[in-house]
């Protein structure tokens, strides 16, 4: 069996995103929380823009990549073989927080791997 996964964790707080309980409860806790108070607890983001609305954005991005094993069935009786599986696929998850007069008044995610 050949197994091939390559993680990309772009931020230590995000890691386990779509495992970890209480994510919800801690980023709703930290409404009304100043830029650098969410650096502090989060980590510095993936990358910070200004939304349509002018209002400071932080992103923090989660994302892995992997292949499903790969198994070869050989039929001796056919003289062929069969390899099935070895996909890949990749899930990730985005964490948005929205400040608005240098404080966090919205937070949302975007992914196939948010299970907040």
């Known amino acids: 069996m050949k197994v091939v996964v390559a993680l990309l ?3 230590v707080a995000l890691a386990g995103c779509a495992s970890s ?6 980023f709703n806790s930290m409404y ?10 989060m ?13 400071l954005v932080y992103a923090y991005t989660q994302s892995k990549s992997a292949k499903t094993s790969e198994h ?3 039929y001796s009786a056919l003289n062929t073989s069969t390899t099935v599986g070895g996909k890949s696929y990749t899930k990730s998850c985005t964490v948005f927080f929205e400040f608005y ?3 966090m008044r919205k937070w949302s ?3 196939n791997s948010c299970h907040l």
Do not use: I
């Open 101 to 103: 007069m240098n404080e």
């Open 21 to 26: 309980p209480g994510l919800k409860d801690k």
């Open 43 to 55: 980590g510095y983001p993936t990358r910070q823009f200004r939304a349509p609305n002018g209002n």
């Open 32 to 41: 009304l929380y100043s830029p650098q108070k969410v650096v502090n607890t």
């Open 72 to 74: 070869t069935y050989n």
């Open 109 to 111: 995610s975007q992914g």
């Open 9 to 11: 964790f772009v931020t």
